[in-house]
């Protein structure tokens, strides 16, 4: 088992920076593969970024170039996603997931544990 539990989310204003936080708690197998998605209102779970044990990273088409993921492996497991040039189309609950094994990182189904979200709110 896994826990995940995000931090860092807010009120920001267009073109803003924002850093959130993920903090896993439990098996360190579960933690090879680390995520972010964000989910907007009436809009399906949108993949932004994945870091694997190692540190090479993914990520998604609307955020390249103005996100930056990353981990620390110690002493505690936390993965970070750093959000600069923000725009409102980037309000959305950001979600931190983790997987020992994913073939398609853009595919949430593959993930194995889930944190419960942090909001993030970009105004124009």
């Known amino acids: 088992q896994v826990q995940l539990v995000e931090s860092g989310g807010g009120l920001v204003q267009s073109g803003g920076s924002l850093r959130l936080s993920c903090v896993a708690t439990?098996?360190?197998?579960?933690?090879?593969?680390m995520g972010w998605f964000r989910q907007a209102p009436g809009k399906e779970r949108e993949f932004v970024a994945v870091?694997?044990?190692?540190?090479?990273?993914?990520y998604g088409d609307s955020v390249k170039g103005r996100f930056k993921i990353s981990r620390n492996d110690s002493p505690k497991m936390t993965v970070y996603l750093e959000m600069d040039s923000l725009k409102p189309e980037d309000t959305a609950v950001y979600y931190c997931?983790?997987?020992?094994?994913?073939?398609?990182?853009?595919?949430?189904?593959?993930?194995?544990?889930w944190g419960r979200g942090t909001q993030v709110t970009v105004s124009s």
């Open positions: 870091v694997r044990t190692g540190g090479s990273t993914e």
């Open positions: 997931a983790a997987a020992s094994r994913v073939w398609h990182v853009e595919t949430p189904s593959e993930y194995d544990f």
């Open positions: 439990g098996r360190a197998f579960y933690t090879n593969n």
